[in-house]
Protein backbone atom coordinates (compact mmCIF):
# COMPACT_ATOMS: atom_id res chain seq x y z
CA UNK A 1 0.00 0.00 0.00
CA UNK A 2 1.18 2.97 -0.59
CA UNK A 3 2.01 6.01 1.91
CA UNK A 4 -0.82 7.90 2.99
CA UNK A 5 -0.68 11.59 1.33
CA UNK A 6 0.25 14.94 3.39
CA UNK A 7 -1.86 17.71 3.26
CA UNK A 8 -1.22 21.42 4.79
CA UNK A 9 -3.81 21.75 7.67
CA UNK A 10 -4.24 24.86 9.67
CA UNK A 11 -2.49 25.16 13.03
CA UNK A 12 -5.11 25.56 15.23
CA UNK A 13 -6.07 21.71 14.19
CA UNK A 14 -4.15 18.58 14.29
CA UNK A 15 -7.85 16.31 12.96
CA UNK A 16 -9.27 16.69 10.21
CA UNK A 17 -13.23 15.59 8.18
CA UNK A 18 -12.95 16.24 4.93
CA UNK A 19 -16.06 14.43 3.43
CA UNK A 20 -14.98 10.40 3.39
CA UNK A 21 -11.08 11.34 4.17
CA UNK A 22 -10.12 11.73 7.70
CA UNK A 23 -6.52 13.51 8.39
CA UNK A 24 -4.52 13.63 11.49
CA UNK A 25 -1.58 16.18 11.31
CA UNK A 26 -1.79 16.41 7.69
CA UNK A 27 -1.57 12.69 7.16
CA UNK A 28 -4.15 11.25 6.13
CA UNK A 29 -5.78 8.21 7.72
CA UNK A 30 -5.90 4.79 5.47
CA UNK A 31 -10.13 5.27 4.52
CA UNK A 32 -12.69 3.07 4.28
CA UNK A 33 -13.83 2.05 0.82
CA UNK A 34 -17.19 0.43 1.77
CA UNK A 35 -18.64 -1.33 4.71
CA UNK A 36 -17.93 -4.69 4.51
CA UNK A 37 -14.89 -5.97 6.38
CA UNK A 38 -12.60 -6.38 3.33
CA UNK A 39 -12.89 -2.94 2.69
CA UNK A 40 -12.19 -1.65 6.33
CA UNK A 41 -8.72 -0.50 6.76
CA UNK A 42 -6.38 -2.16 9.34
CA UNK A 43 -5.93 -1.11 12.49
CA UNK A 44 -2.21 -1.44 12.15
CA UNK A 45 -2.20 1.14 9.54
CA UNK A 46 -3.91 3.47 11.78
CA UNK A 47 -0.73 2.74 14.54
CA UNK A 48 1.34 4.11 11.53
CA UNK A 49 -0.34 7.32 11.63
CA UNK A 50 -1.72 8.06 14.93
CA UNK A 51 1.51 6.57 16.91
CA UNK A 52 2.03 3.55 19.36
CA UNK A 53 1.12 5.33 22.35
CA UNK A 54 -2.17 2.95 22.46
CA UNK A 55 -3.69 0.62 25.16
CA UNK A 56 -5.27 -2.02 23.73
CA UNK A 57 -8.60 -3.14 25.46
CA UNK A 58 -10.69 -5.84 25.03
CA UNK A 59 -9.20 -6.88 22.17
CA UNK A 60 -11.21 -4.55 19.41
CA UNK A 61 -10.70 -1.45 21.36
CA UNK A 62 -7.40 0.91 21.01
CA UNK A 63 -7.26 3.52 23.46
CA UNK A 64 -4.56 6.96 22.57
CA UNK A 65 -5.34 8.90 26.07
CA UNK A 66 -3.18 11.68 25.05
CA UNK A 67 -4.79 12.29 22.00
CA UNK A 68 -8.23 11.34 23.51
CA UNK A 69 -8.66 9.16 20.83
CA UNK A 70 -10.73 5.56 21.43
CA UNK A 71 -10.83 3.18 18.28
CA UNK A 72 -13.33 0.29 18.18
CA UNK A 73 -12.19 -2.27 15.40
CA UNK A 74 -14.85 -5.29 14.03
CA UNK A 75 -16.23 -8.02 15.89
CA UNK A 76 -15.81 -9.84 13.01
CA UNK A 77 -12.17 -8.87 12.42
CA UNK A 78 -10.66 -7.36 15.47
CA UNK A 79 -7.76 -6.33 12.72
CA UNK A 80 -10.09 -4.42 10.85
CA UNK A 81 -11.47 -0.80 11.85
CA UNK A 82 -14.92 0.08 12.93
CA UNK A 83 -15.07 3.86 14.01
CA UNK A 84 -13.04 6.29 15.77
CA UNK A 85 -13.90 8.43 18.68
CA UNK A 86 -12.79 11.83 19.72
CA UNK A 87 -13.37 12.38 22.97
CA UNK A 88 -14.43 16.14 23.70
CA UNK A 89 -15.72 15.72 27.30
CA UNK A 90 -14.64 13.52 29.96
CA UNK A 91 -16.60 13.65 33.31
CA UNK A 92 -15.07 13.34 36.35
CA UNK A 93 -14.45 9.52 37.24
CA UNK A 94 -17.31 8.24 39.72
CA UNK A 95 -14.55 6.95 42.10
CA UNK A 96 -13.39 10.45 42.81
CA UNK A 97 -16.50 11.44 44.75
CA UNK A 98 -16.58 7.78 46.07
CA UNK A 99 -13.62 8.13 47.48
CA UNK A 100 -14.40 11.58 48.73
CA UNK A 101 -17.59 9.58 51.23
CA UNK A 102 -14.88 6.88 52.16
CA UNK A 103 -12.51 10.12 53.90
CA UNK A 104 -15.65 11.60 55.12
CA UNK A 105 -15.87 10.25 59.17
CA UNK A 106 -19.75 12.49 59.37
CA UNK A 107 -20.47 10.64 56.32
CA UNK A 108 -19.46 7.21 56.69
CA UNK A 109 -20.27 7.11 60.27
CA UNK A 110 -24.33 8.23 59.57
CA UNK A 111 -24.80 5.37 56.68
CA UNK A 112 -22.59 2.73 58.53
CA UNK A 113 -24.46 2.65 61.55
CA UNK A 114 -27.90 2.28 59.15
CA UNK A 115 -25.98 0.02 56.83
CA UNK A 116 -23.75 -2.64 58.53
CA UNK A 117 -21.77 -3.52 55.30
CA UNK A 118 -21.73 -0.03 53.99
CA UNK A 119 -17.86 0.45 53.83
CA UNK A 120 -17.11 -3.10 52.06
CA UNK A 121 -19.77 -1.99 49.82
CA UNK A 122 -18.33 1.64 49.47
CA UNK A 123 -14.66 0.04 48.46
CA UNK A 124 -16.05 -2.67 46.22
CA UNK A 125 -18.24 0.12 44.46
CA UNK A 126 -14.69 2.26 43.79
CA UNK A 127 -12.56 -0.65 42.57
CA UNK A 128 -15.59 -1.11 39.67
CA UNK A 129 -15.40 2.59 39.32
CA UNK A 130 -11.99 2.10 38.44
CA UNK A 131 -11.66 -0.82 36.35
CA UNK A 132 -15.08 0.80 34.08
CA UNK A 133 -13.58 3.91 32.93
CA UNK A 134 -10.05 1.90 31.85
CA UNK A 135 -11.11 1.68 28.29
CA UNK A 136 -12.06 5.32 28.30
CA UNK A 137 -9.88 8.22 27.24
CA UNK A 138 -9.71 10.71 30.40
CA UNK A 139 -7.88 13.28 28.35
CA UNK A 140 -10.66 14.89 25.64
CA UNK A 141 -9.24 15.95 22.90
CA UNK A 142 -7.30 19.65 23.49
CA UNK A 143 -7.77 21.20 19.99
CA UNK A 144 -10.61 22.10 17.42
CA UNK A 145 -11.52 19.69 14.89
CA UNK A 146 -12.13 20.95 10.60
CA UNK A 147 -15.01 19.41 9.39
CA UNK A 148 -15.80 20.10 5.43
CA UNK A 149 -15.07 23.65 6.49
CA UNK A 150 -16.14 24.88 9.65
CA UNK A 151 -14.44 24.05 13.27
CA UNK A 152 -15.70 22.16 15.79
CA UNK A 153 -15.05 23.01 19.50
CA UNK A 154 -16.42 22.09 22.70
CA UNK A 155 -19.92 23.42 22.10
CA UNK A 156 -22.10 23.00 19.50
CA UNK A 157 -24.55 25.37 17.93
CA UNK A 158 -26.46 23.82 15.00
CA UNK A 159 -27.49 26.83 13.13
CA UNK A 160 -24.15 29.11 12.91
CA UNK A 161 -22.39 25.53 12.28
CA UNK A 162 -24.63 24.44 8.85
CA UNK A 163 -24.12 27.96 8.40
CA UNK A 164 -20.19 27.88 8.51
CA UNK A 165 -20.58 24.43 6.47
CA UNK A 166 -22.55 26.35 3.83
CA UNK A 167 -20.36 29.22 3.60
CA UNK A 168 -17.81 26.91 2.54
CA UNK A 169 -19.51 24.95 0.09
CA UNK A 170 -20.09 28.44 -1.60
CA UNK A 171 -16.26 29.31 -1.30
CA UNK A 172 -15.80 25.99 -3.08
CA UNK A 173 -18.24 26.62 -5.68
CA UNK A 174 -16.31 30.04 -6.37
CA UNK A 175 -13.37 28.16 -7.39
CA UNK A 176 -11.79 28.21 -4.12
CA UNK A 177 -9.25 24.76 -3.93
CA UNK A 178 -9.07 23.62 -0.29
CA UNK A 179 -6.13 21.31 0.54
CA UNK A 180 -8.25 19.31 2.09
CA UNK A 181 -9.78 17.79 -0.50
CA UNK A 182 -14.12 19.49 -1.82
CA UNK A 183 -15.42 17.48 1.03
CA UNK A 184 -19.07 15.96 0.80
CA UNK A 185 -20.81 16.01 4.21
CA UNK A 186 -24.17 17.23 4.19
CA UNK A 187 -25.30 19.93 6.93
CA UNK A 188 -26.34 18.39 10.79
CA UNK A 189 -29.68 17.77 11.57
CA UNK A 190 -31.20 16.00 14.89
CA UNK A 191 -30.21 12.13 14.59
CA UNK A 192 -32.98 9.01 15.76
CA UNK A 193 -32.13 10.50 19.23
CA UNK A 194 -32.65 13.72 20.85
CA UNK A 195 -29.20 14.08 21.86
CA UNK A 196 -26.90 13.03 18.41
CA UNK A 197 -26.83 14.97 15.35
CA UNK A 198 -25.38 13.56 12.37
CA UNK A 199 -24.32 14.59 8.67
CA UNK A 200 -23.74 11.82 6.05
CA UNK A 201 -21.23 11.98 2.99
CA UNK A 202 -21.53 10.50 -0.13
CA UNK A 203 -18.55 8.11 -0.64
CA UNK A 204 -17.10 6.25 -3.61
CA UNK A 205 -18.92 3.01 -4.42
CA UNK A 206 -22.20 3.89 -3.29
CA UNK A 207 -21.78 3.65 0.08
CA UNK A 208 -22.04 6.57 2.92
CA UNK A 209 -19.81 7.87 5.76
CA UNK A 210 -21.18 9.02 8.76
CA UNK A 211 -20.24 11.55 11.74
CA UNK A 212 -22.10 11.91 14.68
CA UNK A 213 -21.60 14.44 17.54
CA UNK A 214 -23.11 13.28 20.85
CA UNK A 215 -24.44 15.87 22.72
CA UNK A 216 -24.56 16.70 26.44
CA UNK A 217 -28.15 16.97 27.12
CA UNK A 218 -27.64 17.36 30.97
CA UNK A 219 -25.70 20.44 30.16
CA UNK A 220 -28.34 21.95 27.96
CA UNK A 221 -28.41 24.94 26.59
CA UNK A 222 -24.63 24.85 26.50
CA UNK A 223 -24.82 21.99 24.46
CA UNK A 224 -21.25 20.68 25.57
CA UNK A 225 -20.00 18.23 23.05
CA UNK A 226 -19.42 14.95 24.43
CA UNK A 227 -17.62 12.77 21.24
CA UNK A 228 -17.39 12.70 17.75
CA UNK A 229 -17.32 9.57 16.00
CA UNK A 230 -16.26 8.49 12.64
CA UNK A 231 -16.87 5.41 10.25
CA UNK A 232 -19.00 3.55 7.73
CA UNK A 233 -23.01 4.78 8.02
CA UNK A 234 -23.79 0.74 8.32
Not at 31 to 60: E, R
Amino acid sequence: MSSPAYITHPKQVDFAIAGCHIYYKGKELPLFTGTKVDQAPTIQSWIDVLGDDYVNFDANIFVWKELGFRVFTRRDDKSKVQTLTIMKYVPEPEFIELESYLKDEEHMKYFTTRHKNYKEDLKERIAKAKKEITIYSRIPHPKPIWFNGAIIENHFNKELFNQQLAQYRQKLHDGYESPWGQGSGSQFFEGYTYWVKSSFSKCEGDWGFESSILIKQEFAPDDVIGDISIGPDR
